[in-house]
């Protein structure tokens, strides 16, 4: 039986229910003190009937006073009466003319079928602020539909929108016309900063609607073509690889061909910055292949022991070097607080066998020493029971039940399940003992209600206590983003982690990937439950894998790589708290790990091979870990400069903030700077037109408006039409709109009401109304007594 954070009970088809029953639990003292106060000094005092009267009516008043704030509530549903209407909201921005023009038809075969419709206009040109203009549309229990591609620019987000909407009781529907014409747009990601002689990687993506015949992508650097390449479906992807042999502000073009509706968005451009290579210090006493690795990457220098002065330098690698051995540990620290950075390679002298646990060293490091054990954990598990996982319940309690299989005995679990409300299913109890009973308890799970995960996160921090701990939600996902995600923020700012698990039919991973990353957890799909061993394993439930494990691919250190190699030893080490893990090894041992310390980055990597060097992580497709291992630790490699201006790439009339180090403002400038901190100025700057622009002697780029770049339906439309109880109509779905309508207009819902008003209302009178008797009483010499009592 669950045990509810409020209760409720149906009375005669109406709900009744305390929102804090814990509340009741003041209400045996309450009746004990006033039993001391009538009895005490009772000889000679009133007749034990007035005594007993008196009583009563205390009795009743503090009960009345106990129940309000146990916050008593109703819940009746009811049926309100309106008149049909359609609130029709159009998008006449660019990105629809792909589409066909469906509106005015539309609202005219709408109000044919007698129902009356008003047309307003949300967007136009470049100007897509759907969400906003839904927003100012929307009323309380009314209903909007927008007849858009939803692919908002600017202003507020539809899922905020979204959310609006449901807080309001409005549903948002959606006529979304196919695109008939084709669009293709072209994008160029990749490093904005590079090193000159040093190899780097750019994507330029192809994407459109009805794109489907081949078309050349020619990509240009600084004028001159570097890559042409034919794209054969019409839309896809291109990688190129580039070597700058020069430092300085370099262009990068990549343009398109082939008839579409908009030509601005057939070139897209990308600035880099190509800075002289970092120096980095490696510290080693053994020959190892990653000093030669790091020689074709960077300016390396050599060195057995940490120096007394590491100015000089943006980052330290230190590979296999025992504490004793290493050198001054106070000025390698001092580096990394203010702002330098640190990979620590592993290997048989470092880490456990280095010593390490007994040095200042041990300090900076994001992993401990010793026993590779997650240890005891408080857990609450948080699974989804509403009805959008009614379908996939059981998928979502096999799920559950898996994630649960996966931690250690030693962790402590209790489990919270939640619909619309959060519901106490099984209180924390150390697993070894209780697993049994709580693998029962989330067995007799059953789905119902709607879907709030931002609820269903504050009942588990309830039950969390106050204290640090770890939530592992089991959902769908099937709710808008914005509370949940600002709940998960606050619960990270309190040491708890969100580890969502994607579990159902239709997963909305990008709602539990944002909870995840809000709260510092990671995001993991159904089929990497066993990950979980990762972060709770432990004496009774040890992880076992193949070679390494990436665990976080969101982090910069492990995004877009991939593992291979399987080096045959990993150091004795476990995570430190707040530190992220980032790769595993085989049994669960970080491999590789990461965090800030002062105002410096350090990352450690633990895995090696039997020589102590990383054995097939210098070998492509892995050495990408290690290099962008060390780039985490360097940061910004022009932290150290001064006169240079910094200035990010662009769209045409949005800002971009432009920043220079210096000791004074640059000249020569329309721009005016201001002082942000020591040696650092900000300014703003507006392109007009597309192109590359200069600005205080750096080159930015000013791409084509975001308006074209996206075209056909968003999720972010479907989601909001899913998550408000709305819906997806077709262009000629002129009669489904009208019958919509007039079953909105007369609407069936939930009225919720409190009473703790009424109660202490009815305790004031009842204490009023026996003191004015007992004032009668004497007044009507019907007693002598001052209290009023015969």
């Known amino acids: 039986m669950w045990l509810l954070l409020s209760v409720r009970t149906t009375v005669g088809g109406a709900v009744v229910g305390l929102e804090r029953p814990a509340a009741l639990l003041a209400l045996p003292a309450a009746v004990a003190t006033l039993l001391l106060l009538v009895r005490y000094r009772a000889s000679g005092m009133a007749s034990r009937r007035s005594r007993r009267l008196l009583l009563a009516a205390r009795l009743v008043v503090a009960t009345l006073i106990v129940v309000s704030a146990a916050g008593p509530f109703t819940v009746v549903t009811t049926e309100t009466q309106g008149e049909p209407s359609v609130s029709m909201l159009v998008d006449r921005s660019d990105s629809t003319t792909v589409s066909p023009a469906v509106a005015e038809r539309l609202a005219e075969d709408i109000e044919a079928e007698g129902v009356p419709v008003t047309v307003s206009t949300v967007g136009q040109g470049t100007d897509s602020r759907i969400g906003d203009g839904v927003a100012a549309n929307v009323r309380k229990n009314g209903s909007v539909v927008v007849v858009s591609d939803g692919q908002v620019t600017d202003g507020r987000r539809l899922a905020e929108t979204a959310e609006f909407a449901r807080s309001v009781n409005a549903t948002i529907s959606a006529v979304s016309p196919d695109p008939t014409r084709t669009e293709r747009y072209v994008a160029v990601s990749g490093p904005s900063k590079a090193s000159v002689g040093v190899e780097s990687q750019y994507l330029v993506q192809v994407s459109g609607v009805r794109a489907t015949d081949p078309v050349e992508v020619t990509v240009s650097v600084d004028g001159e073509q570097v890559t042409s390449e034919r794209v054969a479906e019409g839309t896809g992807s291109v990688v190129v690889s580039h070597t700058f042999e020069s430092t300085g502000d370099h262009r990068i073009t990549a343009e398109i061909d082939g008839d579409d509706e908009f030509e601005v968005n057939d070139v897209a451009r990308k600035t880099v910055r190509v800075v002289d290579q970092p120096r980095v210090l490696y510290v080693s006493r053994g020959e190892y292949p990653l000093r030669e690795y790091l020689n074709q990457l960077y300016d390396v220098e050599t060195a057995e022991s940490v120096p007394e002065n590491l100015d000089p330098y943006y980052a330290v690698v230190v590979q296999n070097v025992a504490a004793g051995d290493m050198g001054n540990v106070d000025e390698l620290q001092r580096f990394v607080i203010d702002g330098g950075g640190l990979l620590m390679a592993g290997g048989p002298d470092s880490f456990e066998n280095g010593n390490y646990a007994n040095s200042s060293v041990a300090s900076m490091l994001p992993v401990t020493f010793g026993e590779s054990r997650p240890g005891s954990t408080r857990i609450v598990m948080l699974i989804d029971v509403s009805g959008s996982a009614d379908d996939g319940m059981r998928i979502q309690k096999a799920i559950a039940l898996d994630a649960l299989s996966q931690l250690d005995d030693e962790n402590t679990v209790g489990v919270v399940g939640f619909n619309q409300r959060a519901y106490s299913v099984a209180d924390p109890v150390r697993l070894g003992e209780g697993r049994a009973d709580v693998e029962d308890r989330i067995r007799r799970l059953q789905a119902g209600g709607a879907t709030d995960i931002a609820n269903g996160l504050r009942g588990a921090e309830e039950m969390l206590g106050g204290q640090r701990g770890t939530v592992i939600l089991v959902s769908d996902g099937g709710d808008t983003a914005s509370r949940s995600a600002v709940v998960a923020n606050a619960l990270g700012r309190q040491g708890v982690r969100v580890i969502a698990v994607g579990a159902g039919r239709n997963v909305n991973e990008g709602v539990l990937r944002r909870i995840a990353e809000e709260s510092g957890g990671n995001y993991f799909r159904a089929d990497e439950t066993e990950r979980l061993r990762l972060l709770f394993g432990g004496g009774s439930r040890q992880f076992q894998g193949e070679g390494l494990t990436v665990v976080d691919s969101t982090h910069f250190i492990t995004s877009g790589v991939t593992l291979e190699s399987t080096p045959g030893r ?30 410096g980055r350090v990352a450690t990597i633990t895995a090696y091979d039997d020589t102590g060097g990383l054995d097939g992580l210098l070998r492509r497709p892995d050495s990408l870990l290690v290099t962008k291992s060390v780039n985490y630790a360097i940061g910004d490699p022009e932290r150290k400069a001064t006169g240079v201006t910094d200035v990010a790439d662009t769209r045409v009339g949005e800002p971009t903030t432009v920043v220079y180090r210096g000791v004074s403002p640059p000249e020569g400038t329309e721009l005016t700077f201001s002082a942000v901190d020591e040696n650092v100025y900000r300014a703003q700057t507006t392109p007009e037109s597309v192109g590359f622009g ?57 009225v919720r009401r409190s009473w703790d008003w009424a109660l202490l209302t009815a305790a004031l009178l009842l204490f009023l109304t026996e003191v004015v008797v007992r004032r009668l009483q004497v007044y009507n010499g019907r007693t002598t007594r001052e209290s009023g009592l015969p």
């Open 570 to 599: 990993v150091n004795d080490v476990s995570m430190r708290p707040g530190a992220d893990l980032l790769v595993a090894g085989s049994d669960g041992t970080p491999a590789v790990a990461s965090w800030r310390y002062g105002l």
């Open 694 to 750: 200069t600005v205080a002697g750096a080159t930015y780029a000013a791409n084509y408006p975001a308006e074209y770049a996206g075209f056909g339906t968003s999720a972010a439309l479907t989601e909001a039409v899913r998550a408000t109880g709305g819906q997806q109509f077709g262009r000629n779905d002129a009669t489904e709109i009208a019958a919509f309508a007039r079953q909105q207009s007369t609407r069936v819902r939930d």
